[in-house]
Structures are given as C-alpha cells and as structure tokens.
C-alpha cells in the first residue's frame, strides 16, 4: 500500500534561518507531489507541484522553493525565513491530475 | 475563483443527527472531492463525485451535485462525536484549464457533542 512520510511534525525556526522540509511517497510511481499552507482556521493554500523529477510548477511568488531530485522525494525549502513564513505545510500525492489526493501528517512551522 | 466555499463556516450538533454542509464553486468542474481534517492532522480524502454523477454514497456519507447551480452537498448520517473535524470541499477542473490542480475551501468545522 502507499504511504506518504512528512517530517518534522514540529519545527521552530528563527527568523532569516533556512528551511528543508522533507516528503516522501512510498508504494507507487510517479505521482504528482503538492505542497500546501494552511493558515489556522483557513483552507489550504497550494505552494508548488510536481508531475516529475524536476518538474515543478509554483503557484504563488514567494520566500519559499521546492524541488524533487528523485521520484517520489519531494523537498521545500527557504533560504532566509520570514515570520510570514509560519504555518502548517502539509505534503500531498495523487496518481495523476484531479484524483483524491493523499496528505502526509504536516508540520508546524514557527518562525520566532 | 474556482476555488470552492463551505457553508456554514461552523456546525454543531448532537450525537445521532445528522450533519448537511454544504460546497459552492464557480466554474466547470471535472469532478468534485470531500475531505476531512482532524485537528493538527492531514486531510484524508471521503468522496469524489464525478460532474456527471448527481448521487454518491459511502457508508454515512452521501453527496450531491447539482452543477446547474455550481453546488455539493454531503450528508453525515447518525453522526458521532468521533465526526468532529473540518471537511473540505476541493474541485478539480475541466482538463486543460487548471492544469489539474484542486482547488480547497475553507472548510466547515463540525462538533459533533456526546
């Protein structure tokens, strides 16, 4: 079966510091790969997708990057983080376009 | 805005009724999908219901469209308090318009009291 691993669970970062948040997919092959924030009380915003190694597609300008130097990898990143920066970043999969997506268990990013 | 909205923005009920929210969106839609967020945690997918489909049922689950009026609704049946979460709307896009993407609402917080 397929399992998505997000960590960590709980980060606390001061400000200007950088960021690597790692995701994992096990149990397929090529999925699309999703980085989301969700802000408290909100829906989520999407930060970037991948449909491949290399491939990734940004939704909104901002501090943050992704990449996915393997398959099923899937890593964001900032080099300097803002205080607008926290949130809860939740990782996620699908086999292709528009099917249910799959989320890891998120982490809680605070920027002090 | 494709983006989909819940109503209402907060539900509370009690232990064995049900529980209607409701999803709004704007434009053509592939399909539309139902989650749930425990507090802290990942969404987990319910539902998906094609744009062609007006019913869909899965043990206390049962969701409607209607996309004459760009609208979803899902019912929880005889619901629990282990019910309590958020659910979320997400539609999916007509291929070739959305790159396929989902767009989220944001979300109905559901308290389910014992």
């Known amino acids: 079966s397929q399992t998505i691993h997000q960590w960590p669970a709980t980060l606390v970062q001061p400000v200007g510091s950088p960021l690597s948040l790692e995701c994992t997919v096990e149990?397929?092959?090529?999925?699309?790969l999703y980085w989301y924030r969700q802000a408290a009380g909100r829906g989520l915003q999407l930060l970037f997708y991948s449909v491949g190694i290399g491939q990734i597609s940004s939704e909104v300008p901002q501090n943050l990057s992704a990449s996915r130097p393997q398959d099923r990898q899937f890593i964001l990143s900032s080099k300097k983080l803002l205080l607008s920066d926290s949130g809860f970043y939740l990782c996620?999969?699908?086999?292709?376009?528009?099917?249910?997506?799959?989320f890891g268990d998120g982490t809680r990013l605070s920027i002090l | 805005s494709q983006q989909g909205e819940e109503d209402p923005q907060a539900l509370s009920i009690q232990e064995g009724e049900n529980a209607t929210m409701n999803c709004s969106y704007k434009?053509?839609?592939?399909?539309l999908q139902w989650y749930r967020q425990n507090s802290g945690r990942g969404l987990v997918h319910l539902i998906l219901?094609?744009?062609?489909?007006r019913e869909k049922h899965s043990g206390r689950l049962r969701v409607t469209l209607d996309t004459s009026k760009k609208s979803s609704s899902l019912l929880i049946t005889a619901s629990r308090a282990a019910d309590t979460a958020s659910y979320f709307c997400?539609?999916?896009?007509?291929?070739?318009?959305?790159?396929?993407?989902?767009?989220f609402g944001r979300g109905t917080q559901l308290t389910v009291w014992p």
């Open positions: 996620a999969w699908s086999v292709t376009d528009n099917q249910p997506q799959h």
């Open positions: 997400a539609t999916g896009g007509d291929r070739g318009s959305t790159l396929g993407r989902l767009y």
């Open positions: 149990g397929t092959s090529n999925p699309n």
């Open positions: 219901i094609r744009s062609n489909e």
């Open positions: 434009t053509s839609i592939n399909n």
